[in-house]
């Protein structure tokens, strides 16, 4: 049995969560999302870049209503559009207003469309029942670490009710906010996705755990994703992992979670086919 027949029947649709669909259904994601709630070692959240093409970068941000007709622009060039993703560039739930906006909108006026969205977690589980009322049916989460000292290496801070917290208390919150997410989306028959990104030296060694734990709260699919060593960041001078180490850790943490292979590891604004290589659509 194929990984999308084991999920959701939209995944049939859904290019991230199945391979096969990758083939013939196209992503658009919205760039309303400015800010974030925490600070990544290996993160740098880019508004006016037309040059790069990975997760937190887009050419712009738009507002609910110039998102929901840049999607209807999109649509009448680009039919074969599948699923509206919300991802960036910071969290979609560091400000929710401006999330549930722009999902709100766009069931109203394309209500057969698929609702996407990716989040580190950290505001995720206020949200659900919102997310779940305008009909989100896929949510990506990444987790890195279950040791709140390996995570204390990847987040140099978290920001919670109005207060910065660093360190391990950080990771260790951080957790416990994303194991609530995905138990409550969960129950909510939510279809989620574990994105960890590997970093050679500072978390592979827990990628298995994570995918251990993953699979103990009913996640349905797990993506491991090399860092990409961005300038101006913590991590700017490490070592991305090799083709190797990855196909070794999938072959591992498969033993927990079916493995996502085909990521093109999208921009917070891109749109069409996720095979059509470094697309990108200049939002707005």
């Not at 709630?37 to 887009?58: A, F, K, Q």
């Not at 999109?74 to 599948?82: E, G, K, V």
């Not at 209500?111 to 977690?121: F, Y």
């Amino acid at each position: 049995m194929s990984t999308s027949q084991m999920l959701a029947p939209g995944a049939q649709s859904h290019p991230c969560f199945s391979p096969s669909a990758a083939n013939r259904f196209g992503r658009i994601h919205l760039p309303v999302a400015p800010n974030c709630n925490l600070r990544c070692g290996y993160c740098d959240r880019r508004h006016d870049c037309v040059n790069e093409s990975r997760p937190g970068v887009t050419s712009r941000i738009l507002d609910p209503e110039r998102a929901l007709a840049h999607l209807g622009e999109s649509r009448a060039r680009m039919p074969f559009l599948s699923v509206v993703g919300i991802a960036g560039p910071g969290d979609p739930m560091a400000e929710p207003e401006l999330t549930l906006a722009t999902l709100e909108l766009i069931r109203r006026h394309h209500p057969d469309l698929l609702l996407c969205l990716s989040s580190n977690g950290l505001g995720l589980a206020d949200e659900v029942e919102n997310l779940v009322d305008l009909g989100v049916d896929f949510v990506t989460l990444t987790i890195n670490a279950v040791d709140p000292l390996i995570g204390s290496r990847i987040y140099d801070h978290i920001r919670l009710a109005g207060e910065i917290y660093r360190g391990v208390e950080a990771a260790g919150a951080l957790l416990q906010r994303q194991i609530d997410a995905v138990v409550r989306l969960k129950a909510r028959g939510v279809t989620v996705k574990i994105n960890t990104v590997v970093i050679p030296e500072i978390n592979d060694r827990e990628v298995v755990a994570v995918a251990r734990l993953a699979a103990s709260l009913g996640a349905d699919l797990m993506n491991l994703i090399g860092m990409i060593p961005v300038s101006g960041t913590p991590l700017e001078h490490h070592s991305p992992p090799t083709r190797s180490m990855l196909d070794a850790l999938r072959t591992k943490a498969e033993e927990y979670l079916p493995q996502m292979t085909h990521c093109a590891r999208c921009r917070a604004d891109a749109c069409g086919l996720t095979r059509d290589g470094a697309d990108h659509s200049r939002a707005g």
